[in-house]
C-alpha cells in the first residue's frame, strides 16, 4: 500500500511548513500481510495515521486539539474505488508540460506533467494527470483531485494521492488512500491546489472527508 513520506524543500508556508512536510512519516505498509483482507489492510493502515494525528510530535493537528480527537473521518472502504494495472500515458494535452500549482497561501510551486492515467467510474471514463517535482523521489507522483465531493464532504482544494510504480511499471490508483492536505488542520502549511484539470464531474466516495 504505497504512501510513503516525502522530504519536499518548496517554498513553504509563512510559518516555513510545507504541506508535504509530515503528511505520512508514521504510516506503514500494510499490504503485503498475507491472511489480510485489502478491507483489513485500509483500516489498519487508517488506525495508524489516526494514532500519529493523535500523539506524535510531529502531528499537524494542534496540540491543544489533540486531547479530544477522535480520528479521522472516512468514506467507507470501496474496493471498486481501487484501480491496478493502469499505465502512465505520456501527456497529450495542450498545456505547458513545466508549469506552476497556485498554493493555499498565494504562493507558487514548480511541477512538471509526467503523464495521464486513464480509468472508468460506473462507466464513465475519467483521466487525472499525474504530477513531478524536483523534491519528490523519481518515482513517485503526486495527484491531486477535485470531485462533485469536493467543497461540501470533502476540503474544497481537493484531495491528494501519492503513487509509486508496482514492479512491473505499472500502476495502482487507489482513491480509498485519498487524504486531505494538512492545512485542513492548520492554516500554517501551505498546500498544493488542484489544478482544472484534475477536477472529476462524478462523486468519488472513497478516502478522507470532511
Known amino acids: 500500500m504505497t504512501d510513503q513520506p516525502h522530504d519536499h ?16 512519516e508514521h504510516d506503514h505498509d500494510h499490504g503485503e500481510h498475507q491472511h ?15 494514532e500519529a494525528f493523535r500523539t506524535a510530535d510531529d502531528s499537524p493537528v494542534p496540540i491543544e486539539n489533540r486531547s479530544g480527537w477522535l480520528g479521522l473521518p472516512y468514506f467507507p472502504v470501496d474496493a471498486s474505488m481501487r484501480f491496478d494495472g493502469l499505465t502512465l500515458e505520456p501527456y497529450a494535452g495542450d498545456q505547458p508540460v513545466s508549469f506552476e500549482i497556485e498554493t493555499t497561501d498565494g504562493r507558487r510551486r514548480p511541477y512538471t506533467r509526467a503523464g495521464t492515467f486513464r480509468f ?6 475519467l483521466q487525472l494527470t499525474a504530477y513531478t517535482s524536483e523534491t519528490y523521489p523519481d518515482d513517485q507522483l ?26 512491473d511499471g505499472a500502476y495502482s490508483l487507489d482513491f480509498n488512500l485519498a487524504y486531505h492536505p494538512l492545512c485542513v488542520y492548520d492554516p500554517k502549511y501551505s ?16 478516502g478522507e472527508r470532511l
Open 120 to 125: 472508468e467510474v460506473h462507466g464513465q471514463p
Open 142 to 167: 503526486f495527484v491531486p483531485f477535485m470531485d462533485a465531493t469536493t467543497g461540501h464532504e470533502t476540503y474544497g482544494a481537493g484531495r491528494y494521492l501519492d503513487l509509486e510504480p508496482e514492479p
Open 36 to 50: 489480510v483482507s485489502y478491507e483489513e489492510a485500509v483500516d489498519a493502515f487508517r488506525a495508524d495515521k489516526d
Open 9 to 24: 524543500d518548496h517554498d513553504h508556508g509563512h510559518d516555513g511548513h510545507d504541506e508535504h512536510e509530515h503528511e505520512h
Open 191 to 206: 498546500c498544493p491546489v488542484t489544478p482544472a484539470e484534475n477536477r472529476l464531474p462524478v462523486r468519488i466516495e472513497a
